[in-house]
């Protein structure tokens, strides 16, 4: 199955149903199956959102995961608008970001993260990311790259989290 | 200055500007958030809270940010396992979701912020390293290599399909076919949902006419409980310490 795995991410997908946002812990989630061309379900393959229900606009996660062959899931690719903690390539990736540390909006793009072999890749949590330059001004715009950067269309159909802004 | 004593002097300024820069603290209402020089696997840097406590003490918290790296990492039930062992260690709090410490004093905090950074980086280390020693040891992968070290590979097919009574295709970890006979081996773990989905394949392989032998291979019947006896109706079941010759004999017993 991980052979075919770059084809599979890298082809377009398409969100089949606007999906919920629902009470986690102290975050909101949601995880959706995804179709391909043909409408038909990516067997293995999931968008997940995530982020923290008292933070409007803060720490929005979204991660492609894959069933890897075991049946053990994990991350394919990652982006993160307005991270709590800024990232750190490492001596990783592109040569002008390494050992560079980068706060802000940022993606991890699956095409760096798998050349380190999916072992690492998932083991490590996709080290290897981007910033997002400029910064999405909202939801929707991050949302929007988002579709962009994953290859998934209908993103517009996710709603904006409800969040429940913390009164002080 | 010679050039030399300029060069000391600037390697000096700038080494002290870097250490000013490995932690930085931001404020918000609810805290002050300690960039640490601490970094989970993947790079994210370590951030700790310090939150006011009433009594003139402080809380010091990483916020459940460990957990959330995990849970990315799609490993939340090892982070679940590893992370009470880290806190307890190192004589912290950790409640499922963050480690702290409470009634943390003025002069209790520097070393507390180091200990909740060091448990939560420790945690997400720990945990990925026993994910990536589970990819490479997973159970499948293990209980196939067995079985062609004990059947030769020609005879043992990897993640196959077999049709039961139902016309069901049921997937199998591993297929032997011994003297024109199949045998089903699967690694079963002892959450319930894999024990009721082992039970409900074996059951309708049960019911072909000529079924084939079904052995469940568990880490520890005991662990089963009183689920071993749902399992056992329909599938024998061997823990994986067994020897090479019983897993040989069972894909030969009548």
Redesign the interface.
Known sequence: MSASLPDLVRAPKTLPFAPEWTPH??QLRFTSSLDDADGVTIEGLWLRGQCPTRYPDERV?Y?L?YL????????VS?IEWH????????GLGPPHLRHI?KSGSQV?PFDLNWTLG???M????????LPIEPEPRDFRAFTSVMGTAFGVRGVDLIPAPPWQP?I? | MNGHQTETVGLRMVAEEVARTLAVATHA??GS?I?TPL?????????VMIAQAPGGRYLVSDM??AQD?AD???AAPTFAHVAPRVAERNGVAFDR?AFFVVEVMREQLVGAVATIAGCSQEAVQIT??K??E???N?A??LLYRRLAHVFTPARVAR?AEIPGASTTRWHVTALVTVDGRPAVYDPVSSHPTAIAAAVTKYFDLAQLDTPPHRIAVVKSKAALGTRLGVIAGAARVVEDSVPDSTLERLARAA
Do not use: W
Not at chain 1, 68 to 75: A, C, E, I, L, M
Not at chain 1, 122 to 129: A, D, Y
Not at chain 2, 39 to 47: I, N, T
């Open positions: 812990e102290d996660v991660q995961e890897f062959p075991g049946f053990r899931r994990g991350p990652r991270p709590q903690s800024p990232h750190n390539n490492k540390e991890h999916v072992k690492r998932v083991s490590e949590n996709l080290p290897i990311g913390r002080l | 209402p609810e958030f960039k970094m989970y696997p993947g790079g994210s840097a370590v951030v459940g940010q790296e990315l990492m799609c979701r990925a390293l994910i990536a589970a990819r490479t997973d499948a992968d993640d």
